[in-house]
């Protein structure tokens, strides 16, 4: 750490977190989005008569240059003890003449809710793309492991075998369904505001709602259609709530790594840095899936982020202050965290090591066990009243920890023998062939998710 650092106290600021993501609320980029919608009002105006383009174009040129400093801001803001009015003032300055049409009917809320809707559409886009990245890279190892046998575990119990590849392509499925839920929520979150106190538009007169649409249409946004002073915060919440989601099934992600890779199961492990990387400062073996730990433990935290902006649907009236301070902290902190997390489980997967052989150790653990379903539905083909056949089975495996084999079982038992054949109980005991239907829908969930991941 430098010294420059040595006064950091949020890890978000040096231990969480992508440059390039951190970037995106940076207080210059906050600035910057503020003085673009107060160019955009600018603009708007004189291209309706309402102010001189003269005008116009010095505060444009003013708040695209880079002239109004944060330290003028900020020094205004001590002063003024408001912040918009901090910004509105430094802009005046830097626009000579023309300074004293800044923010013309405007309200503080017109200004800070619309950048805020740029905000969230630049970070929207950073996350779709981390969706589609962990998407392709769970598709990738699907495609590879379809037809891999690995047991399915129900209740934390050994079930019927399914292939690694079906499994990671369902987790895929759902990181898709997130993405989709993605782009189907941006049109309600890329939406700002140019209505004036209470929202009804009346400082701008008969041009209300040419201002308000040219504003937006020169911001890309869309026009919150019914606002107070705020836009409505049910459009945050609903943001907030989806990455909220998204954590969780990253977490479930995560969890799967981390339960796979425990010493007794071994099927799985993160990667991991032989030549450099240390699991643990005493244990010197130990290989910890500590990035999947990571992992988990900021999607809880992503989670919790996702309470305080449903609290804030709740305004007294037309608006209060109330929503302001805690969004500050809510918004770059969830979206930074969730895309630390999405990018980094990504990671985990396009490195994942696949241990093929102790998948097939783990199948073996019960002697043929995970296979019952296979004989019962054999059995009950053959003549078998299912509940017949499914008790065979339950008896069959009941005292397995006598050393022997189900197999064996199987061709010692008369109820059996009478209606399957020995090489056929051979064949259903063989995982590989339980395994081929996994392997076919793998198959049709890559062919369907394949060409949605490319759009």
């Known amino acids: 750490m430098t010294d420059d650092s040595a006064a950091l106290f949020c890890p978000l600021e040096f231990r969480y977190g992508r440059d390039v993501v951190r970037a995106l609320f940076s207080r210059r980029a906050r600035l910057d989005r503020a003085l673009r919608v107060e160019a955009a009002l600018a603009e708007t105006e004189a291209e309706l008569g309402m102010i001189p383009a003269e005008a116009a174009r010095a505060i444009a ?24 009015m901090a910004i509105s003032r430094a802009l005046a300055e830097q626009s000579g003449d023309g300074g004293r ?33 962990l998407a392709r890279a769970l598709l990738h190892l699907a495609k590879t492991h379809r037809a891999t046998p690995e047991v399915g575990r129900t209740h934390g119990q050994h079930g019927v075998p399914i292939s690694f590849g079906y499994k990671v392509a ?34 701008f007169g008969s041009h209300a709602a040419e201002v308000e649409d040219g504003v937006m249409r020169r911001l890309g946004l869309t026009a919150d259609e019914a606002p107070g002073q705020l836009v409505g915060r049910d459009r945050v919440a609903e943001f907030t709530n989806l990455l909220a989601l998204a954590a969780s099934t990253a ?26 990387q240390v699991g643990s400062s005493t244990m010197a073996q130990k290989r910890n899936p500590v990035v999947s730990e990571n992992v988990t433990s900021l999607a809880r935290l992503v989670r919790a982020f996702a309470l305080p902006p449903m609290e804030n649907m709740v ?141």
């Open 170 to 203: 369902a987790m895929a499925a759902e990181v898709v369904r997130h993405r989709a839920r993605l782009d189907e929520l941006l049109p309600r979150l890329a939406v700002g505001k140019m209505a004036g106190a209470v929202g009804t538009g009346a400082g």
């Open 251 to 276: 977490e479930r992600l995560s969890t799967e790594v981390r339960n796979l890779q425990r010493t007794e199961i071994a099927e799985v492990a993160e990667p991991f840095d032989e030549a450099r």
């Open 315 to 455: 305004q007294w009236h037309e608006r209060d202050l109330a929503n302001s301070a805690n969004e500050r902290i809510v918004l770059p902190h969830a979206i930074l965290l969730t895309d630390d997390l999405l990018t980094k489980l990504a990671e985990v997967f396009r490195g994942l090591k696949v241990d093929a052989a102790a998948m097939r150790r783990q199948l073996d653990l019960a002697g043929g066990g995970a296979m019952t379903e296979s004989l019962m539905l054999a059995l009950t083909a053959r003549g078998l009243a299912r509940a017949e056949a499914h008790e065979v089975m339950r008896t069959l495996t009941r005292d397995a920890g006598d050393g022997a084999g189900l197999g064996a079982r199987l061709r010692n038992d008369p109820r059996v023998t009478r209606l399957i054949p020995p090489e056929e109980v051979d064949r259903l005991l063989d995982p590989a062939e339980y395994v081929a239907a996994a392997a076919a829908k793998t198959d049709r969930i890559l062919a369907r998710l394949e060409p949605v991941l490319a759009r």
């Open 101 to 133: 049409w800044v923010h013309f009917g405007a309200t503080s809320a017109d200004i800070t809710d619309t950048a805020l809707a740029l905000e969230l559409t630049e970070s929207a886009a950073v996350l779709r793309d981390d969706l589609t990245g």
């Open 61 to 84: 040129t003013a708040a695209r240059a880079g002239n109004v400093s944060l330290d003028r801001v900020d020094a205004l803001e001590r002063e003024t003890r408001h912040d918009v």
